[in-house]
C-alpha cells in the first residue's frame, strides 16, 4: 500500500474521532487538498463559486429552493427548457454564468431525468459528475442544497453526495507513463436549510467517506499488478 493510501487510512480514522463540523474536514486527495463542508442556511443568499441544481424531465413540480436559487442567479429556466437548451435528461450538464449581482459564479444544471424513477444511484452519479465537470473548467468548489433533490431524505443525500465526490474525484495514477496531473477540486459544501438537520447530516456524511474510502482501497489493489501483491 503506498503512503498516500495510508494517509487517507489515518484520516479516516481521525475522522470518526472528531466528526465533521461546519468548517469541514480536509483531506489530501489526488495530490491536493479536499474539503467537505455540512451547514446550514440559505443557500439561495450562499456566495459560491458553483451551485448544482438537479434538473428533471418533468418541468413542473420543481423544488421551491430551486427556483429560489435560478431567481438568485438571473437564470430563467421556464425559457431554457422552452427553448430546448436543458431536457433534464440524465447526466445532462449546461453550465450557465450567473448574473453579477449574484451570489454564484456558475450554476450547473445536472440532468436527472425523470422525478419519479430518481434514486439513490442517480444522485451519485449525477455528484460525480458535477464535480469531475467543474474540475475541469477550473472550478473547484461547488454548493448544494439539500432541498433541491426531493423525494429523498437528508440522511441519504448527505451519504450519497460524500460517497460520489470522493468516487468521483478518485483517479488510479501510480503506474502511469502519462502526466496525469489534474486540476484539484478543493471543497464540497452541502446546505440544509434547518439547523435540527446538521447531526445527522454530518454523521451520513461520515458514513459516506468510510464507504467511498474502502471503495478506492479495494480499486487501487484490484489495479495493482500480480508481482506486486
Request: proline share 4%; with cysteine.
Amino acid at each position: 500500500m503506498s503512503t498516500s493510501n495510508s494517509a487517507d487510512l489515518r484520516w479516516f480514522a481521525d475522522l470518526w474521532g472528531k466528526g465533521i463540523g461546519a468548517k469541514g474536514k480536509s483531506i489530501v486527495w489526488n495530490g491536493s487538498e479536499f474539503e467537505f463542508k455540512v451547514d446550514s442556511g440559505n443557500v439561495a443568499k450562499t456566495s459560491y463559486p458553483a451551485v448544482m441544481l438537479p434538473a428533471f424531465t418533468e418541468a413542473a413540480g420543481s423544488p421551491a429552493l430551486s427556483r429560489k436559487i435560478a431567481a438568485a442567479a438571473g437564470i430563467d429556466l421556464a425559457s431554457l427548457r422552452k427553448t430546448g437548451e436543458v431536457t433534464g435528461n440524465m447526466k445532462e450538464f449546461t453550465i450557465l454564468h450567473a448574473s453579477p449581482d449574484s451570489p454564484f459564479r456558475y450554476v450547473l444544471l445536472m440532468g436527472c431525468g425523470s422525478q419519479q424513477k430518481f434514486r439513490l444511484d442517480d444522485l451519485r452519479a449525477i455528484v460525480a459528475k458535477a464535480v469531475r465537470t467543474l474540475r475541469k473548467i477550473g472550478v473547484d468548489r461547488m454548493l448544494l442544497g439539500v432541498e433541491t433533490v426531493p423525494d429523498l431524505s437528508c440522511e441519504d443525500i448527505a451519504e450519497a453526495t460524500a460517497e460520489a465526490a470522493l468516487l468521483g474525484l478518485h483517479k488510479f495514477k501510480r503506474y502511469s507513463k502519462k502526466d496525469l496531473a489534474v486540476r484539484p477540486f478543493r471543497e464540497l459544501k452541502l446546505m440544509v436549510s434547518a439547523s435540527k438537520d446538521l447531526p445527522v447530516a454530518r454523521r451520513a456524511v461520515e458514513r459516506g467517506h468510510a464507504f467511498a474510502l474502502a471503495t478506492i482501497q479495494a480499486r487501487e489493489l484490484a489495479f495493482e499488478p500480480a508481482n506486486r501483491l
